[in-house]
């Protein structure tokens, strides 16, 4: 399948500059001259564990805030904005799909996946819901009401937390390790279902994975070693 056109695309580009997060002790956990990824294209990050891969995602969605440099999604310079404008813009226009599922293991896949529907202004809510119910379609997990979270599989449970970070329809999509915990058959059903979230719908997603099967579909990748960046590309 194409990628969509540009002018079609709804994803935001990428562009970083001169990033530097350093922990709460001083150590430089990473620094980063520039990453650019265009709207609608993929990027893998790879890299040894403790390398800072899941440091850079977080910088990316704006959950760290002692950083220096430059996130830029589209027009929106994440760094520059107040904790509340940088809350804000991650609501609505990235889905975060992070390694520990955090479902409520008490409600049913669409109530968890329309999670964002109980926080949302009451006009929202009925499409937040709406677009819930048919990524879980989308995702092989349609009419499983009754259900609670707790009685699906790691597979399942990873594609609940996908459509719920699809559930408010991301520009964005940012995800840890999507496969870790998953067999290789339910591991290969994800890795087709995040690469159309791109390729198909025109999103800009960044995943982090140790997975070649996954990063090797993805448009660009870039390893990072010891907070330090290498890059290269596939074709
Ligand atoms: N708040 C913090 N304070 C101190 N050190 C931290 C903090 N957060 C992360 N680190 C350290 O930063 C380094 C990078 O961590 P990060 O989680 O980004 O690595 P990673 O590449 O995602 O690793 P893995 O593949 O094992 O998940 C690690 O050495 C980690 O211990």
Same mark, same amino acid.
């Given at each position: 399948m194409p990628a969509t056109a540009a002018s079609e695309c709804p994803g935001l580009a990428l562009s970083v500059t001169d990033l530097r997060v350093a922990a709460p002790?001083?150590? =430089? =956990?990473l620094s980063l001259p520039g990453l650019d990824l265009p709207a609608g294209r993929s990027l893998a990050v790879r890299g040894p564990s403790g390398a800072g891969k899941s440091t850079l995602l977080h910088a990316l969605a704006g959950l760290l805030t002692d950083v220096e440099g430059a996130v830029r999604w589209g027009e929106t +310079? !994440? !760094? $520059? !904005?107040?904790d509340p404008a940088r809350a804000a813009f991650r609501r609505a226009r990235v889905g975060l799909v992070f390694q +520990? &599922? =955090?479902? &409520?293991?008490?409600?049913?896949a669409e109530a968890n996946a329309a999670l964002a529907a109980g926080f949302a202004p009451a006009s929202q809510r009925a499409a937040i819901r709406q677009r819930a119910r048919s990524a879980l379609d989308r995702l092989? !997990?349609?009419?499983? $009401?009754?259900? =609670? /979270? /707790?009685? &699906?599989s790691d597979g399942e449970r990873q594609r609940i937390a996908i459509a719920r970070a699809l559930a408010h329809d991301p520009a964005v999509i940012l995800a840890d390790e999507p496969t870790a915990s998953l067999d290789r058959a339910a591991a290969d059903r994800l890795i087709d279902d995040l690469v159309a979230l791109s390729r198909e719908d025109g999103r800009t997603l960044v995943v982090v994975s140790h997975d070649p099967a996954l990063t090797e579909r993805l448009d660009q990748s870039v390893e990072i070693v010891d907070g330090h960046l290498r890059e290269g590309h596939h074709a």
């Open positions: 002790g001083g150590r =430089l =956990l +310079d !994440l !760094l $520059s !904005l107040t +520990d &599922f =955090l479902l &409520f293991e008490e409600l049913g092989g !997990l349609g009419g499983t $009401s009754g259900r =609670l /979270a /707790a009685s &699906f």
